[in-house]
């Protein structure tokens, strides 16, 4: 195994036990019917479903498009962004101290779900006969979402005083597989992310997060807590996916793989920094969790 290898290895490791850490330590918080209320509010997950399935890759495809970067890169960067619900959402959402992330929760599962249809469609007309199976995309939800999520909520329900002295280890986990997650993420593909600067790729990129970030602002709404939680959900995207298709389906040609691994930090870090800056300024988790 050679250096790059490793730390590739070690950046795959860290977001894995990140995500999964905060997922299980969100279901040791909260009980199901706080995860299921949520979604009575059928207006807002609607908006949200049509705003990260169809309006977000429709607009950063058309950005794309229309930005001075080759039109080599435009596909490999459409796929990164066509993955929506990326569970690290939800540790942004907890990093901010004031995202409702019972509904962060509840909406990137439904994403997930929508997942299934939306994005075989998405890659199909981004790039000819690309595609991908359902049953990668369950394999996902499963691993990262709902199995950490279902041991958090069994344990909240079965020990609840060991589930209060846990919780906040798990927080403490996730947050040092975090940094290492992303010091070696950067670091395995720094020559990738140099090479995305004379082309406008990384530029684009920046454009595009930007755009989604924003379409989850104009989706929140006056409360707070609710506009958090949608503009880190609709901002950071689930790029794995498009990862994977070019893996599978495009032979990890290097004119996919450069501008949707760039997009793929990028979009991680930045809406990362933008949830720390939150924290700074936003009340306290444990406030915010009783104003439920």
């Known amino acids: 195994m050679n250096a790059h290898q490793a730390l590739t290895l070690l950046f795959n490791a860290g977001i894995a036990i ?3 850490a905060t997922v299980a330590s969100l279901g040791m918080t909260y009980t199901v019917s706080q995860l299921v209320a949520p979604l009575r509010r059928v207006g807002l997950v609607i908006a949200m479903v049509v705003m990260n399935a169809l309006v977000i890759p429709a607009a950063a495809w058309g950005i794309a498009k229309a930005s001075p970067m080759s039109s080599a890169f435009v596909p490999g960067l459409v796929l990164a962004t066509l993955g929506m619900g990326s569970a690290g959402a939800l540790k942004a959402a907890q990093l901010s101290k004031r995202a409702d992330l019972a509904l ?3 909406v990137v599962v439904v994403l ?16 000819s006969g690309a595609s991908l199976s359902a049953w990668d995309i369950v394999k996902s939800l499963l ?3 709902l199995a950490p999520l279902v041991v958090g909520l069994l344990i909240k329900a079965r020990y609840k005083d060991h589930a209060a002295e846990w919780q906040p280890a798990l ?3 996730a947050n040092l597989a975090l940094v290492i997650a992303l010091a070696t993420g950067i670091a395995a593909n720094w020559q990738t992310i140099i090479s995305m600067f004379s082309s406008w790729v ?3 990129v920046i454009v595009i997060i930007a755009m989604a970030l924003g379409a989850g602002v104009l989706l929140g709404g006056r409360k707070p807590e609710t506009r958090t939680t949608t503009t880190l959900v609709s901002g950071m995207r689930f790029a794995s996916l498009g990862l994977i298709i070019i893996g599978t389906q495009l032979h990890g040609d290097a004119k996919y793989l450069g501008p949707a691994i760039t997009f793929a930090l990028l979009d991680f870090l930045l809406p990362l920094v933008l949830a720390v800056e939150f924290g700074r300024k936003g009340r306290p988790a444990a406030d915010a969790a009783s104003a439920h």
């Open 143 to 145: 691993a990262i979402v």
């Open 112 to 127: 997930q779900l929508v997942n299934i249809v939306a994005v075989p469609l998405w890659a199909g007309h981004v790039v």
């Open 202 to 204: 990384i530029f684009t």
């Open 171 to 173: 927080v403490r986990i």
């Open 18 to 20: 990140s995500i999964g």
């Open 104 to 106: 962060g929760v509840s």
